[in-house]
């Protein structure tokens, strides 16, 4: 049973080598693949080959389109340096404005040196999000390896950054002054859980958004097969995919913003 | 209806035979690995393309063009105090020359009524003159007039006694005029 629907999703799959199985399962009824858009492939050779760290994968194919799109919007774009700026120019100075001014109300005046490093967070995020919900895309934001890395990346910065500039100051993070002291130690041991909880919390939120808008939107596709719900299944597609779009955002906004906070707690650590 | 069979001792391998994910292909650690170092070449030449490219332009993009409001509003300014400026010498110029209009108007009249002035004493004094003459002329004809009606009276009371057969005597007659004419 299981087995013949998996040949049925060899269509999907994009597996040459189970062609024939495919055109047998055709007519096996609904196929239910959400997770295949998932999958890591060699960009060349066969299907089945093994993926090694520098393998070119559609992980590469997609970074790399990426990059190009982030090219084109803040780069080209601005090539003309225009002071009244066409359509472009006006995108890549709302971004630059927007998460500017984002550094600038949450960490203050001395995090806006970091603003490099999280308008590259925020960029990176924003296009493989949108990139992601092209037809047919690898969004590689829906993968725990890649949010796990960033948000890790964010943790260990902030950490390091709160001990160089404060030294031991920096544990002051933890213990709430503000509070009574027989209380404080209990504080402390849940600013400390929640201080380690967070790179969880950070890539785990912006993973979980992206890969189940992402399988909704592929069972939804799956039911279209039937002709009775089909117009039903393409309505509910249409609609995830516009609430697919604002949480593209909304995601790269609210990781951008959290990495904002837990910066200020580095250059601020006083309660 | 297929169920996505989870086993986690093939999930090591990620895919079955058709080609399809086990479980969740995020979990499988065998993918790790690329998904990380491609990851960090992306961020790298991401962070190198703003950093070195895109942002230090937009930066000088949006700092000429505060810096072309600013100078557009200070010319404004200038323009405004300017404006003010040759309002307030139109103001003057008008002011000014209400005052030359006024100092005119008043040394015209002032002309004029000099003017006027001589014309009318010169008018009274010929009157005055005439009126003189007039008098003289009169007092003259009343004196004239009188001595007349004297011989007259003489000459009348003369023959009137020589009618009445009388000799008429001209010193009695005329201290008899004289007393008549002066009562």
Redesign the interface.
Known sequence: MADEAHSAAATTGADMAHGADAAHGADGGLVFHPMDQFLVKPLFGHAGDPVFWYTPTNVTLWLGLAVLAIFAIMVLTTSRRAVIPSRGQSVAELAYGFIYKMVEDVTGKDGVKYFPYIMTLFMFIVVANFLGLLPTAFTPTSHIAVTALLAMAVFLAVTILGFVLHGFKFLGLFWVSAAPLPLRPILAVIEIISYFVRPVSHSIRLAGNMMAGHAVIKVFAAFAAVTAIAPISIAAIAAIYGLEVLVSFIQAYVFTILTCVYLKDALHPAH | ?????IDLEVAGT????????I??????D??????????????V???F???R???P??????A??QG?ITNNIAAAEDLKAKAHEAEAAYDQALADARAEAGRIIDAAKAEMKADLDVAIKKADAEIAERTAEGEKAIAEIREGALAAVKDVAKDTAKELIVALGGTADARTVTAAVNARMKG
């Open positions: 209806m297929a169920t996505e069979p990620c895919t079955d035979a058709a080609g399809s994910a479980g969740m292909p995020q979990l499988c065998a993918w790790f690995g690329n998904q990380i170092f491609w990851l960090l070449v992306t961020l030449v991401i962070y393309i703003l950093s490219i895109a942002l332009r937009i930066a000088a993009i949006l000429e063009r072309t």
